[in-house]
């Protein structure tokens, strides 16, 4: 892509699938205007993992300044209201902003409802009903404003609604009714979301799964093995849990480079699938 048509004055966010080029393109741009690039991926927020993770690496992070990546321990919980909070106070100098996870941009350039955090016990208690019960028991308790609007096959957005509304006594739909304005309202960003084809895209995934291998991720999974925790955000790194369940003898190594490929490609295509329903008015970049 010629980064010559992409503004140099307003902020410049970068969306698109696992494995499409993000972060190079996130560099280039950052390295021609001397902006701070700032991370918007759920995972690539956590320290323990760089390799399976696809975070920039150390000599990248010396090259060019970076925000928001690998500051938070594998154990605690992070959502996009700490991201949101978190960005804030870098947006006073001139940012491109990447990442794979549409929420984090959607609250940023829509807003975020300021919802209470969801106690522990209450936590706890949705986890156990999700594992006894599987997630469409919370999904018929929830209010019918709510459930109109969420994904009724994702249950983590299911567990959610069920513990806003446990936890508040209001069903999320009427938290979000009351969106405070945005960070940084779409029309004063350069929006750009990737859209690469479908075989471009899974060979990339093959490539870069083999080059994660070679470059230490079974490593790295060792490392994350005392005190693994399969139901902890930070476990969900594509990968990891295949990697663990190859460290314990449950399956070969083949069997897990396969597996965590497939996984790959399949959250690839759930990407693509949420940005072109979500990010219709983002300038599309096809590649190749």
Not at 225 to 233: D, F, I, S, V
């Amino acid at each position: 892509m010629r980064i010559e048509s992409i503004s140099r004055e307003a902020p410049v966010l970068i969306a698109g699938p696992t494995a499409s080029g993000k972060s190079a393109l996130a560099m280039e741009i950052a390295a021609r205007d001397g902006r701070l690039i700032v991370n918007a991926d759920a995972l690539q927020v956590y320290d323990n993992w760089r390799i399976l993770t696809a975070r920039p690496s150390p000599e990248d992070e010396t090259a060019l300044p970076h925000a928001l990546y690998g500051h938070v321990a594998r154990d605690i919980a992070y959502s996009v209201g700490h991201w949101l909070r978190e960005v804030a106070p870098l947006l006073s100098r001139p940012v491109v902003i990447v990442g794979g996870t549409g929420l984090n941009f959607n609250a940023l350039t829509r807003g975020l409802a300021e919802i209470p955090e969801t106690p522990a016990g209450i936590r706890a208690e949705a986890d156990a009903r999700i594992k006894a019960e599987g997630h469409e028991r919370l999904l018929a308790e929830l209010d019918p404003e709510t459930a109109a609007r969420i994904d009724h096959q994702n249950g983590v957005r299911v567990q959610r609604a069920w513990e806003v509304l446990r936890a508040t006594g209001r069903g999320l739909a009427a938290w979000q009714a009351e969106t405070p304005p945005p960070l940084l309202p779409r029309d004063q960003v350069e929006a750009i979301a990737l859209a690469p084809e479908t075989g471009w895209l899974n060979d990339r995934i093959d490539r870069r799964f083999a080059a994660m291998l070679a470059n230490g991720a079974l490593d790295e999974a060792r490392a994350n093995l005392p005190g693994w925790n399969p139901a902890l955000p930070s476990s969900r790194a594509i990968g990891g849990p295949e990697l663990i369940a190859c460290l314990q003898g449950r399956i070969s190594l083949d069997e897990a480079a396969e597996a965590a490929v497939v996984a790959s490609r399949q959250y690839a295509k759930r990407q693509r699938t949420w940005f072109r329903s979500n990010m219709a008015d983002w300038r599309q970049l096809s590649l190749p």
